[in-house]
């Protein structure tokens, strides 16, 4: 059905909008089965769904079609790999179809749409089965088997049944499907089911207008008095298994609500979709959510299980970018803000600390609130119909519709999250409603109550415009102004030939080149257009600006850039290796006077994307300042004295005082100091890093945009099952840096890794050729980044890391269209 899809700025765009998504909870043994009549053709058919995974590392059913024995068919998340895997066993126990893809898919806060489809009467091998993830076909596989020409597949025979989330029952499906199809009789694309977003190029669902063929059926699961009716008008109606009214959610791929994260989790127990914490280690353990709250105003509510000795619990917001579980001393618990407490009374707790005497008294089936206005920082914490004061008492006047008598008012800018915790030797639960749900609380239903917006089915009314963590919510507060990440950052790779050419595919005029060989221990090669062509910079050394070279980045153009005749050994189109270009978009090399701060400096300002280019003479002076353009407080700034063998100097305004292109920690010495119009140098005269007189100097500054560039700090982990780190959008690049020890600076870009897990790893501060081993190992999801290495480079225990990100697309766009998982 096609319905208007809210976009940013109340804006209505139309939109084909799926309402409904069916919850799959392994724990339950949940599945759907039919027994299928004879087919219109075993040789040829297609199955399209979209799933939202909730449990990683194990084996996962999405369809299968066997009996005990053989023959027997199955496409699945494939064990601890967490690939996707279809395989095809006939009744003599041959394998004769087997693709196990290369990607790894570990995203748990989006949608993905898989895409089977196979027609065996292909000439090709290869053309016989395709596997589809987001309208990208999968052309990566570790195993590899197709089948012979006409082979008659298991899917679609009228051998015992169709399972749709399990395999004779058991390796059950754990998460989130909609919007699932199976196709008798036709091997179709995935842009038969989707399309790309023409403003943002994100994959999303588009409404099938074609034939099903005999066996063919649509499960949209919008009847959840029969979550397996067919829509297709075939008939071919699901039997439910362990399945109930109440797994019926409105979390789909048009509109994706928010979970609790297992990504970022310590040893809790996730379940029922990532909305059920359970805890019985004896230990401490907790989870936070996969929504960042960091503009808007949100709700959202949770059950309490069970209460008795020895059981603690909390529920409320944390801070994303701590090791998880926050800190745990003597009751302390740091970066959170909520209740906390022990068998049948909680405490406010206030980042660490306690607040009052009065206990909130809880009981098996309450409600615990939280209503939370990042706009103001103010924090409603809430119980049943009650909301609370600081000191734990009941406040009739605490209204979070009016703005009066908050909990408590947090100083935070950065963007928190849903938080959960328990400890108990015996084992209890919690479960989170975020407003997808139906049954979430013991022997409680949600009321039916939404949000302002009409979203959501809460126990309580949220306050007046209090919204539910939802994507089409998010698209509305935080309104994005960049849904597509490319048109202002972009990567490209080429393979240097010595001749003069043209480079494109930038997709705009680069004003910032940051070159590098990834097959030679060559230098990083830095242009940009204030300073004009053939002037190089680079990151790995501390010398000056080069200008004999005439061949190297000769122009800057429309789509990308031209190359020389390099006859230099390490230059940009000499040696015959691959390439990675990093473009950033600035103002199409069209500069400015700024007069702003003490020194006038030349600027190109791209106020879109926050991010301008700087090029100035030093006058000698302390604690001088440099006009920036931006009209925000810039986080970063990366700064090179042209005419001097120097370091280079990289400012942060709020994350660390002053770091360099070279090994070493941070340097407490020497801050700048960063407001919306100027940056003010440090205090330190006539020094050849910072502004000595007479010298040439370039800046890079950047600015944070919601949505398209992220530059914050994290914790590691020292753990395989790395720091998760929340950005607010799908990372297309990545720089980081420990700040608080002696590593190499570390980059990571979408291009050259165009799936997880990610392990093409560049260095800016040293010569180094591309470093493909174990250790740079990293996820890049829909929401973020997470480690997958304990390497101290990027994921020590304790580690202090500074980091600089930039967005392929934010998590939903202006005009609310979630991006895919990646």
């Not at 609130?369 to 119909?385: E, F, V």
């Not at 829909?782 to 392929?808: L, V």
Request: proline share 3%.
């Amino acid at each position: 059905m096609v319905f208007p899809i809210l976009g940013g700025n109340s804006a209505v765009a139309g939109g084909y909008a799926i309402d409904n998504s069916l919850r799959f909870n392994s724990g339950d043994s949940p599945y759907l089965s039919q027994t299928l009549s004879t087919p219109t053709n075993r040789k040829i058919w297609t199955y399209s769904s979209w799933v939202k995974r909730s449990t990683l590392g194990a084996s996962k059913v999405i369809l299968a079609h066997n009996k005990v024995g053989n023959p027997n068919s199955t496409l699945r998340f494939n064990s601890t790999a967490d690939t996707i895997r279809f395989f095809d066993v006939n009744a003599s126990s041959t394998t004769v179809i087997d693709l196990i893809t290369s990607q790894v898919f570990r995203d748990v806060s989006a949608f993905y749409h898989i895409v089977l489809s196979v027609d065996t009467t292909q000439a090709t091998s290869s053309d016989r089965v395709k596997l589809y993830i987001n309208g990208n076909q999968v052309t990566s596989f570790s195993t590899e088997t197709y089948p012979s020409q006409n082979y008659d597949t298991t899917i679609n025979s009228t051998e015992d049944v169709l399972e749709i989330g399990a395999s004779n029952g058991t390796t059950n499906f754990d998460g989130y499907m909609a919007e699932t199809y199976f196709i008798d009789g036709q091997q179709l694309s995935p842009t038969d089911f989707g399309e790309f977003d023409e403003d943002s190029g994100i994959w999303k669902p588009k409404q099938y207008s074609g034939s099903y063929g005999t066996n063919g059926f649509y499960l949209d699961f919008e009847n959840s008095g029969s979550l397996g009716a067919d829509q297709s008008g075939n008939g071919n109606n699901f039997t439910p298994t362990n399945l109930a009214s109440t797994d019926q959610t409105t979390d789909t791929p048009t509109n994706n609500f928010a979970t609790m994260n297992s990504l970022d989790k310590s040893g809790i127990t996730l379940s029922e979709g990532n909305l059920k914490i359970f805890n019985n280690t004896g230990a401490h353990q907790s989870a936070r959510g996969n929504f960042g709250m960091s503009l808007g105003k949100w709700y959202f509510e949770c059950s309490i299980s069970s209460v008795g000795t020895n059981q603690q619990q909390s529920f409320g917001l944390a801070k994303q970018n701590v090791t998880c579980p926050p800190l745990f001393t003597t009751n302390v618990f740091a970066s959170v803000w909520g209740f906390t407490g022990a068998n049948s009374y909680h405490y406010i707790y206030n980042n660490g600390s306690t607040t009052g005497a009065t206990l909130v008294s809880v009981a098996v089936g309450d409600i615990l609130k939280c209503a939370y206005d990042a706009d103001s920082g103010k924090l409603w914490l809430g119980k049943n119909t009650n909301w609370f004061n600081i000191n734990g008492g009941i406040d009739a006047s605490a209204n979070p519709a009016t703005g009066t008598n908050p909990t408590m008012t947090l100083s935070e800018t950065e963007p928190l999250v849903p938080y959960g915790h328990l400890y108990a030797n015996s084992g209890t639960w919690n479960m989170f409603n975020f407003g997808q749900e139906g049954s979430f609380a013991g022997n409680k239903t949600a009321q039916g109550n939404t949000d302002g917006n009409g979203y959501g089915d809460f126990y309580y009314a949220p306050p007046s415009g209090y919204l539910a963590l939802c994507t089409q919510n998010l698209a509305t507060e935080l309104s994005p102004t960049i849904d597509d990440g490319s048109q202002y950052f972009n990567t490209i790779t080429y393979t240097a030939n010595r001749t003069a050419r043209s480079l494109t595919g930038v997709g705009f005029q680069p004003d910032w080149v940051w070159i590098k060989d990834r097959g030679g221990a060559q230098n990083h090669a830095l242009f940009d257009s204030n300073r004009g062509v053939n002037k190089q910079l680079r990151s790995d050394t501390t010398g000056a600006e080069l200008t004999a070279y005439s061949n190297t980045l000769t122009s800057f153009d429309s789509d990308g850039f031209s190359l020389g005749t390099d006859s230099n050994v390490g230059d940009v189109n000499y040696d015959l290796q691959s390439h990675v270009a990093w473009n950033w978009k600035a103002n199409a090399g069209s500069t400015s006077s700024n007069t702003d701060g003490s020194i006038t400096s030349t600027v190109q300002a791209n106020t879109t994307s926050g991010f301008s280019i700087l090029t100035w003479t030093g006058n000698g002076t302390a604690s001088q300042s440099i006009g920036h353009g931006l009209g925000i407080t810039p986080k970063i700034m990366i700064q090179k004295n042209r005419n001097q063998t120097e370091g280079w100097q990289i400012f942060g305004s709020t994350l660390f005082d002053r770091m360099q292109f070279d090994t070493g920690a941070e340097d407490a010495n020497f801050p700048c100091t960063f407001s919306s119009s100027t940056i003010t140098l440090p205090n330190l005269s006539n020094n050849k890093g910072f502004n000595s007189s007479g010298d040439n100097f370039v800046s890079y500054v950047f600015a944070e945009i919601e949505g398209y560039s992220k530059f914050g700090s994290y914790t590691g982990n020292g753990s395989t099952d790395g720091t998760f780190v929340y950005t607010g959008f799908r990372p297309s690049f990545l720089l980081i840096k420990r700040s608080d020890g002696v590593t190499n600076w570390a980059t990571w870009d979408g291009k050259r890794d165009t799936f997880n897990e990610m392990f093409h790893m560049l260095q800016p501060n040293v010569t180094g050729l591309e470093i493909t081993d174990a250790n740079p190992h990293i996820d890049f999801t829909s929401n973020g980044f997470k480690f997958r290495t304990s390497w101290a480079g990027q994921n020590a225990s304790g580690g202090t890391y500074i980091y600089m990100a930039f967005a392929e697309n934010p998590f939903v766009t202006s005009t609310g269209i979630p991006v895919t998982a990646r």
